[in-house]
């Protein structure tokens, strides 16, 4: 059975740092493509970084890139998400998805999702 446990939301102050974990189980992650998803209050669920399950190309959302840095750990089976340089428009639960097929390009399907974990950057 596919799972996907998020991890490591918080509270942080604007500057500040979080690393997100997500840990599979009922599969090896290796070649399959994650990706990050993020949803704010009232609003839609939007993509935020991806891992390519074919070569582990990276890529992220413009509001992210240069601050996020997503990264697979094969020996853990999981995915982490360092955010650095959190901004109040960073807040919300974030989530990670994958395919059910292996060596995807990108991260053009979710099939599996976890159960999100709630970051919220204030003062």
């Known amino acids: 059975q596919v799972q996907l446990v998020e991890s490591g939301g918080g509270l942080v102050q604007p500057g500040g740092s979080l690393r997100l974990s997500c840990a599979a189980s009922?599969?090896?992650?290796?070649?399959?493509?994650i990706g990050w998803f993020r949803q704010a209050p009232g609003k839609e669920r939007e993509g935020v970084s991806c891992?390519?399950?074919?070569?582990?190309?990276?890529s992220y959302s413009d509001s992210v890139k240069g601050r996020f840095t997503i990264s697979r750990d094969n020996a853990n089976n999981s995915v982490y998400l360092q955010m650095n340089n959190l901004k109040s428009e960073d807040t919300g639960v974030y989530y990670c998805?994958?395919?059910?097929?292996?060596?995807?390009?990108?991260?053009?399907?979710?099939?599996?999702w976890g159960q999100g974990t709630q970051v919220t950057v204030s003062s």
């Open positions: 998805a994958t395919e059910t097929y292996p060596y995807g390009v990108k991260c053009s399907r979710q099939d599996y």
């Open positions: 009922g599969f090896t992650l290796d070649y399959y493509s």
């Open positions: 891992i390519a399950g074919n070569d582990d190309s990276t």
